[in-house]
């Protein structure tokens, strides 16, 4: 066997073995999240407490309106105005890579579609996912509550929150964007999931 044949097979190994893991981890976090998701508001129960995850309101890639951004904050107005959560905490980076402070710009969207500005707190130190899960309750004493975001991030945050001992989370599905670059970011979900992993088990 040549060397080029034994590096094909290298590359070709670890091309499935990464493929496999992949795989292995999403299958794991979606099916945790099964019967937890909601996407309609006259079927979840009710919790006092939103959790809303932040994102900043441009899209790195263009520049323009962040879709994901417009669909949270929608979802969670809609939530809120239900009657099925009493107050949203708003969970981000106060100085994302767009230099946005994220939890003030949704705070602000959140007043303009009606939500009273009395029921919004934020949080500008959830840089990461599971950060924004152990600081709602570390910090702000909350033990249940509804994620709210797209479902891809919601079945994440259902399973960080699983492992940070909060059994009681669901989540509400705000819209899933399937236009322009927004495969990116289902693309690097795959890659999000893997690393929550090694952080679960590092931890």
Known sequence: MTKLKI?????LSLLLLTAAVLLLCDYLVTSNAR???YEDTSSIPHRTYGLL????????????????????INAAAELYKSGKVD???????????EGANEPECMRE??????????VIKTDGKGYRTLESVVRARDEFGITSYTVISQQFHNERTLYLSDHCKLHD????????PHTGWSFITYIRE???RVKMFCDVLSA
């Open 7 to 11: 590096l094909l097979i290298i590359i």
């Open 35 to 37: 019967g937890r998701l």
């Open 53 to 72: 995850l932040g994102t900043s309101p441009k899209s790195r890639l263009t520049g323009r309106a962040n879709i994901f951004y417009i669909y949270r």
């Open 87 to 97: 107050t949203i905490l708003v969970s981000g980076s106060d100085n994302s890579h």
């Open 109 to 118: 969207s959140l007043i303009k579609c009606g939500v009273p500005a009395s």
């Open 169 to 176: 989370t669901i989540a509400f599905n705000a819209v899933s």
């Open 190 to 192: 795959y890659f999000a």
